[in-house]
């Protein structure tokens, strides 16, 4: 993903900010023309805002689950992946304090309002291992995908896609691995099992342990906080973040959406566009077993315009377009006819992997784990043990990313 290292032609550099100026309009535009808050009064408006703010951290950090994770596969840089970490500890100690608060005395069965913590099972290994190989397969996951739309990747278009496919595929397999396995899956809140100070001890721990172990592989240098790590020429949002404070904020943002909107989630709105479509075509069995009953990113046919993630989703994307360009991050590309194959096939493992694992590397990986939910962790396992097997296979078949 190009980072702009030198000044723009005095021509671009104004176009890039009459196109961010424009984003910014449509942003306010959509902030006047709808409701306050939804038909569960949760705020639409507060929610696009914090849509807009992640937008902007995932471009200017480049939080982007596939690419972190490849830059460690490659040349054994730590960076993304320790600003990963710093997104989930700042998450954890955030969401513990506010379960304190609101579920004092955890127990089994008792679980935080709206929280992402969902079954674990081997439909879960599944989705997430589908949902890695999507990853590198296109490139991006499903929230990359969105904010590399501000920076003129129209492969992500193709990705999206696809990813809506993957949606319909796995609605029309759900009821299968309900019977075979979902029903019999377990939900594990580690809070209820440890109390809120040990599960907070032992996740902190192992995010310690993990950060520790991605230092001593490091064949380069990690990453400067500072802000000498990025270009000395610029403004704020010219100047590429570190990916420790992208992380930083990021865990921030995660604990401002869960108190004041809901956890983070990127799919919820593409999931249940796929779902509509689906119905509407009659593809879609009479009844999904147990779906809507499951915690995670809600997939539910829509009945309404406004809907939380479908602003928060608006929102991530015009606050990508600003900082792209505002930053000259942004680079048209047009894939090539031989790419869209791989893209599309891509998204629809990302469509799939993230439809039965009831979300994404944001809503079951990053919201997950920040509330203590085994689901989150055994996501992250077997999502990058997909990327790997991907990374394999595109190295294999395709060459270098």
């Excluded at 982007?64 to 490849?70: N, Q, S, T, V």
């Excluded at 040990?198 to 950060?211: K, N, P, S, T």
């Amino acid at each position: 993903m190009p980072i702009a290292t030198g000044a723009a032609p005095a021509g671009d550099a104004a176009r890039h900010r009459l196109v961010a100026a424009t984003a910014g309009l449509v942003l306010l535009g959509l902030l006047w023309i709808m409701p306050d808050r939804d038909d569960l009064g949760r705020p639409l408006v507060l929610t696009c805002l914090l849509g807009a703010a992640f937008g902007v951290v995932l471009q200017r950090s480049r939080f982007c689950f596939w690419c972190i994770f490849r830059d460690w596969l490659e040349d054994r840089d730590p960076s993304g992946l320790l600003g990963l970490l710093a997104a989930l500890a700042v998450g954890l100690v955030g969401y513990s304090l506010l379960f304190g608060i609101w579920v004092p005395a955890p127990a089994p069965g008792r679980l935080p309002p709206d929280a992402h913590v969902g079954p674990v099972s081997l439909t879960l290994a599944a989705g997430a291992f589908a949902f890695g190989v999507g990853m590198a397969l296109s490139g991006s996951c499903i929230s990359a995908h969105l904010y590399r739309l501000g920076e003129g990747a129209y492969g992500s278009l193709v990705a999206l896609a696809g990813a809506v496919g993957g949606f319909v595929l796995g609605f029309l397999t759900w009821n299968t691995l309900y019977l075979v396995d979902l029903h019999r899956a377990v939900v594990i809140w580690l809070p209820a099992h440890l109390g809120h100070g040990g599960a907070l001890a032992l996740q902190l721990g192992a995010l310690a342990l993990i950060a520790a172990a991605l230092l001593r592989s490091r064949r380069t240098s990690p990453e400067d906080p500072s802000p000498r790590s990025a270009s000395a020429t610029g403004g704020l949002l010219q100047r590429k973040w570190p990916a420790v404070t992208g992380g930083i904020l990021i865990g921030w943002i995660a604990l401002l959406a869960y108190l004041r909107s809901g956890p983070l989630g990127v799919t919820a709105e593409l999931g249940s566009v796929a779902r509509t479509l689906a119905s509407t075509l009659d593809l879609l069995p009479e009844q999904l077993f147990g779906l809507d009953g499951l915690a995670g990113c809600a997939t539910a046919i829509k009945s309404a315009l406004w809907s939380r993630n479908g602003v928060f989703v608006a929102g991530l994307v015009l606050g990508s377009v600003a900082a792209a360009r505002i930053s000259g991050d942004y680079r048209a590309t047009v894939p090539k006819m031989s790419e869209l194959p791989r893209l599309f096939a891509g998204g629809l493992l990302l469509g799939w992997g993230a439809m039965v694992s009831l979300g994404c590397t944001v809503g079951v990986l990053l919201s997950g784990i920040m509330a203590g939910a085994a689901s989150g962790w055994v996501f992250a396992l077997f999502c990058l043990t997909g990327a790997y097997a991907g990374w394999l296979l595109r190295r294999q078949r395709l060459g270098r990313i």
